[in-house]
């Protein structure tokens, strides 16, 4: 049964939907230009389609989550755990593979927003 969403639900439903909306726009420029999007890129044209696949993989997971979360519904816990961890996984093994480090710049503000998503939806459990 759904619950009524909380301001923290809110919060991180939004951030979902973000993360969704902003990697999935990353992830159809990679696929539509592929190493030719960013000088610093060193993978193949190849690596960098099967990297934005997932990229939009992990998009739609967290766009589902999302949607979840600001439906109340009782699978928006665990749906939103799994698209945090799957987005900074990916996150950084993405960074990893296309640039050839781990840009810890990146790869961090991505645990950090993953982190505080997860708090937000520990908030309403």
């Known amino acids: 049964m759904p619950q009524r ?6 919060i991180a439903a939004v951030m979902l939907v973000l993360i969704a909306i902003l990697g999935g726009w990353a992830g159809v420029t990679l696929l539509r230009k592929g ?3 960013d000088d610093e890129i060193v993978a193949s044209a190849s690596t960098v389609k099967i990297t934005a696949i997932g990229i939009l993989l992990t998009c739609t997971l967290a766009l589902v989550a999302g ?11 665990p749906l939103g755990l799994a698209a945090c961890a799957v987005f900074a996984g990916y996150g950084f093994v993405a960074n990893y593979v296309l640039f050839g ?3 810890p710049e990146h790869t961090l503000t991505n645990v950090v927003v993953a982190a505080l998503i997860v708090w937000l939806l520990s908030r309403s459990r």
């Open 5 to 10: 969403a909380t301001t923290p639900m809110i």
């Open 35 to 37: 190493p030719r999007v």
């Open 67 to 77: 949607i979840a979360t600001f439906a109340g519904s009782p699978h928006a816990w």
């Open 101 to 103: 480090s781990w840009r």
